[in-house]
């Protein structure tokens, strides 16, 4: 026995023959490191590829193209000769995209929950926040890239139909332009993504877009052309109605910018920051 040890006094019940020092007792314990977070890019590619595992998801991203060649056929076949622009292209192609990105983001959140597989995941990623940060950037990546490729199908349309009618080929379309574009559908796709998280389910967060989309327009529509103070409000607190005015051209000055921060405050981040919070902390079954 070394010098810096002493004996102790044995439990009544030790085994005989055993001593213990309190360099034994004072020993610290091993534990096991704490493994390392799952990186945020591997957690992106996880949900990248969720999107493509169920066949309605696959059906979607397809269609995303499917309905950018569809549309650039229509505006050949049925356009006038002075239609055939890439205007009149980025047109027909930017409002069928205002419908099938705000379902593809809905469907990323709320398959957790229809499909069962959420306990599996928040199980693996017990920090839900970062999940859904991953599932938010990856519906914001397949908005970009859905819309660049519409637009490149948009081009190769206007090019085709300029040539079928044998006019010349007009660009109409500047970058500014394009950029509103994108900027309406993918705050189109936000919405969708806000909603899912606070309804949790496929059905009822399609319908509520539905409504937020085509139903509400037309209740805050009728109610601008009876009431004047509303007219004059509603860029203030109807978000579509801001929205649908990025088709056409970026807001002018800060009272535009402002007008779609607030209507955005009330019908995107509010719903978002709801749902977030019942996310968190919700029993996951």
């Known amino acids: 026995m070394s010098s810096n040890e002493t004996l102790v006094k044995p439990e009544p019940n030790a085994p005989k023959g055993i001593q213990m ?7 610290p314990r091993r534990t096991a490191a704490a493994p390392a977070p799952i990186p945020f890019a591997r957690l992106a590619k996880v949900e990248l590829r969720k999107m493509f595992d169920t066949r309605s998801g696959l059906w979607l991203m397809i269609s995303i193209a499917a ?6 056929i229509a505006v050949i076949a049925f356009a006038p000769d002075s239609a055939i622009t890439f205007q ?7 409002f069928p995209m205002a419908i099938v990105l705000p379902i593809i983001a809905i469907m990323s959140v709320t398959s957790e929950y229809s499909q069962r597989s959420g306990l599996t995941t928040f199980t693996l990623v017990p920090q839900r926040g970062r999940v859904i940060g991953a599932k938010a950037a990856i519906s914001l990546l397949v908005a970009i890239v859905s ?3 519409a637009g490149v199908v948009g081009a190769l349309g206007n090019l085709l139909g300029a040539a079928i009618a044998g006019v010349d080929t007009v660009w109409n379309v500047s970058v500014a332009q394009f950029t509103g574009i994108v900027l309406a559908n993918v705050l189109g796709m936000a919405v969708g993504f806000a909603y ?4 949790r389910n496929t059905p009822g967060a399609v319908v509520a877009y539905f409504v937020y989309a085509l139903a509400l327009p037309t209740v805050t529509g009728l109610l601008a052309g009876l009431q004047d103070w509303f007219n004059t409000a509603r860029p203030w607190v109807d978000f579509n109605y801001t929205v649908t005015g990025l088709f056409d051209k970026l807001p002018d000055g800060g009272q535009g910018w402002a007008q779609l921060a607030t209507s955005g405050a009330i019908w995107l981040l509010l ?4 749902g977030l919070r019942q996310v968190l902390r919700s029993e996951v079954k």
């Not at 009149?88 to 930017?94: C, K, Q, T």
Request: glycine letters at 6%.
């Open 21 to 27: 020092t309190t360099a034994t007792v004072g020993a």
């Open 67 to 72: 309905v950018a060649v569809i549309a650039s």
């Open 271 to 274: 719903p978002a920051a709801i």
């Open 147 to 149: 819309m660049v490729v």
């Open 196 to 199: 899912a998280i606070l309804i």
């Open 88 to 94: 009149s292209f980025a047109a027909a192609i930017g």
